[in-house]
């Protein structure tokens, strides 16, 4: 029979059931085969249309390579003046001449400084951490879940199994609220959990970087689950009094993939309107995305999904390049939404009893390979060194059963991975071929504080500054995946060497 156009990718499992105790085989050992649906292996199966599609990002970016004659110009023709003594000036040029020679050289600076893509520099910024009071171990979890009331001992039990092998530890934080018996999570429940995450971010933010709040043109807000009227980013405008001008946008629905987005938007949105501060705020409302039913595809978010949010603060003004952190490089985002598997992998529904729920698909781990090297496929003409992209056309040219894969490892010396669960994390971790270390902030991350959605990377970037491993020049790379289905990844290189942060969530526990 001829092979599936799209061949299942699956691992296996042997399983020892024990000793046989009747039948023509009592007495013996018994094996079984479990069968599971694995993580594409995307890195022995290249795409040339995503090479392609990198390429072209690169030419695009290359356009303006052009723009560096201007500098170049000046040079030549500053050395070449030089050369020539005053007097030598004066008997070559007239004064109409050299009038005219410094209006040229004031429009080609002109044309330099204002035509040129400006930089997007990150300033700063900060990650929430929530008060002891949310904290809720595992064990915790499941007796709070119990006392509830709102799941069956099947329910219970699921939960149980997967809590034990997500990766998540002792002291990830909740909103006590999903448990109350009786209570049904409502508008008021989401608001206030959304302005506490929200405005414990930027608080901190804001005395970081000592931005004015009236000097803040941009604001992003992104949140998956909760979509109220007025949105979020009118509860930050109204909170911190935004000047009236101010450019405002509040993204839903895009689930933990639209912290990069809300970045993206940011850095377009600073382009048109140069030299203004724009803040973006990433986090998710986790009583909204907390599920009471029984099926099982819906129970999942309930055991990784955790309390968080992160704020950024981003310019494109030239001087702020001295006091940034970091320099925004690259933005990549790959969706997949026209394919419907993709579309309805991650899904929010309602149950058969009307409970709404996130709905994870048993596809989700295909799909999101797929997502995943497209988009590190993508990416890779614009960041990999140039012996990395010639060994990889050099096998590919040579028709070879298996092209070169590039080692990213040569193209970044961190990665912030979305902390979704341990088996994603392992799975990404094997088919990257990444090493401990460049795992250690997302598992970090998982265990610390669980699944922050959107905000996950800033968390993992907070880990990497606290353990002082961020050094001048170090290419930085936030991979995340939501809803729809996406994978987005961004780049970011290091403008200065960290010290030990004054605020970090992995330095000061809240009393």
Wanted: glycine share 6%; proline share 4%.
């Amino acid at each position: 029979m001829a092979a599936s156009k799209h061949e299942e990718l699956l691992s296996t499992e042997i399983i020892n059931r024990g000793v046989e105790d009747s039948g023509p085989y009592a007495g013996s050992l018994s094996f079984s085969v479990r069968v599971r649906r694995g993580l594409p292996d995307f890195l022995n199966s290249v795409n040339l249309k995503y090479v392609k599609l990198g390429y072209k990002h690169l030419i695009n970016h290359g356009l303006y390579l052009n723009l560096t004659i201007a500098p170049v110009l000046l040079l030549i023709l500053g050395t070449q003046l030089g050369k020539l003594t005053w007097d030598e000036l004066k008997s070559i040029y007239d004064l109409a001449d050299a009038i005219s020679l410094i209006g040229l050289l004031a429009t080609i600076v002109y044309v330099y400084l204002h035509i040129t893509p400006r930089s997007t520099y990150l300033l700063d910024f900060a990650c929430y951490l929530p008060p002891n009071d949310f904290k809720v171990s595992n064990a915790e979890f499941i007796e709070l879940a119990k006392k509830s009331g709102n799941f069956d001992n099947t329910a219970i039990e699921f939960q149980n199994k997967v809590l034990k092998n997500s990766g998540i530890g002792e002291e990830t934080y909740l909103p006590k609220s999903i448990f109350i018996p009786g209570h049904k999570i409502n508008l008021n429940d989401g608001r206030e959990e959304a302005a506490m995450v929200m405005f414990g971010a930027v608080d901190d933010l804001l005395a970081a970087t000592r931005i004015r709040t009236k000097d803040i043109k941009i604001l992003v807000v992104n949140c998956g689950v909760l979509n109220t009227t007025p949105s979020l980013s009118a509860m930050v405008i109204n909170h911190y009094k935004l000047p009236h001008d101010i450019h405002s946008f509040n993204l839903g629905g895009m689930g933990c993939a639209a912290g990069v987005i809300a970045i993206d938007l940011a850095k377009d949105l600073l382009a048109a309107h140069p030299g203004s501060y724009a803040l973006v705020v990433s986090t998710e409302v986790v009583s909204f995305t907390w599920y009471n039913g029984k099926d099982k595809d819906m129970l999942f978010p309930n055991c990784f999904f955790r309390m968080g949010a992160a704020a950024m603060m981003l310019s494109n003004q030239h001087l702020d390049k001295w006091r940034a952190k970091y320099e925004l490089k690259q933005v990549v985002r790959t969706h997949k939404g026209m394919d419907d598997r993709s579309f309805k992998c991650i899904y929010k529904k309602e149950d058969s009893e009307g409970k709404q729920g996130l709905s994870l698909s048993k596809d989700l781990f295909e799909v999101g390979g797929h997502a995943l090297k497209a988009n590190i496929t993508t990416l890779g003409p614009l960041v990999l060194p140039f012996s990395e992209q010639l060994l990889f056309f050099k096998t590919l040219l040579s028709k070879k059963a298996k092209p070169y894969i590039p080692d990213y490892k040569l193209a970044f010396e961190h990665f912030c991975i979305l902390a979704a669960s341990k088996k994603v994390l392992d799975e990404l971790q094997k088919n990257l071929e990444l090493t401990d270390e460049y795992m250690e902030a997302s598992r970090k991350t998982l265990e610390r504080f669980g699944n922050t959605s959107s905000s996950s990377v800033w968390y993992q970037l907070a880990y990497l500054e606290a353990k002082r491993k961020i050094k001048k020049g170090d290419r930085l790379c936030q991979i995340t995946f939501g809803s729809g289905f996406k994978c987005n990844s961004i780049v970011w290189k290091a403008l200065k060497s960290n010290g030990t942060p004054k605020k970090s969530p992995w330095l000061e526990p809240l009393t």
